[in-house]
Structure formats: C-alpha cells, structure tokens
Nanobody, 119 residues
Framework: QVQLVESGGGLVQAGGSLRLSCAAS????????MGWYRQAPGKQRDLVAA???????NYADSVKGRFTISRDNAKNTVYLQMNSLKPEDTAVYYC?????????????WGQGTQVTVSS
C-alpha cells in the first residue's frame, strides 16, 4: 500500500521554527515532483513550496526567504523547514507527491499536519 506519512507539525510562537517531514512508502518506482500545500479554515488549499526530482524549487511569495523545501531521494522523503513563523502561517499542511507506480504516475496526498503559530 502506497502512502505519504507526515510528521513535525505543532504549536509554536511567532518567530519560531518547525520542520515538517513527509515520507513516501510502498511499491514506488520513482518520485517526481513533491510539495507542500496548506489550508487555513474557510480558505482554499494553496501551494506553499514544491521541488522537482532534480531539485528545482518553487515557493509561494508569502513564504519566500522564510521556508525551505528539500528532499532526500534515498529516503523518499520531502522536508519543509519553516523559520520566522507568523500567525498567518497557521493552517493544516499537506504533503503532495507524484509517484510513479509503473507504468503509470499517480498523485498522492498526506493526511495533513496542523501547524499553529501563536502571536
């Protein structure tokens, strides 16, 4: 069974840091793009950061300079280092990955992890 398992959310004060992890497991041939999205109450789910299999990254303007996405291909894991957190970063964060299960590619989502930033 293929799944994405997230960890690392929690409660932090403004200005603090958190690191999210997301590990893919199962019969995976390869992993293409991976990313993090977030959804605040009453709002749509938006892209926070993404990284290709080659390491190219893309960030939402609101997190540029504060968040860093990275991946460990040997561990099938993507990370999101979040620094200088603000109350407006409070949301449920979802991992996203495009997994190749030969001969097809599928999009998977993690279960979500809550990040709460207090002022």
């Amino acid at each position: 069974q293929v799944q994405l398992v997230e960890s690392g959310g929690g409660l932090v004060q403004a200005g603090g840091s958190l690191r999210l992890s997301c590990a893919a497991s199962g019969s995976i041939s390869s992993i293409n793009a991976m990313g993090w999205y977030r959804q605040a109450p009453g709002k749509q789910r938006d892209l926070v950061a993404a990284i290709t299999s080659g390491g190219s990254t893309n960030y939402a303007d609101s997190v540029k300079g504060r968040f860093t996405i990275s991946r460990d291909n040997a561990k099938n894991t993507v990370y999101l280092q979040m620094n200088s957190l603000k109350p407006e970063d409070t949301a449920v964060y979802y991992c996203n990955a495009h997994l190749r299960l030969d001969p097809y590619e599928y999009e998977y989502w993690g279960q979500g992890t809550q990040v709460t930033v207090s002022s």
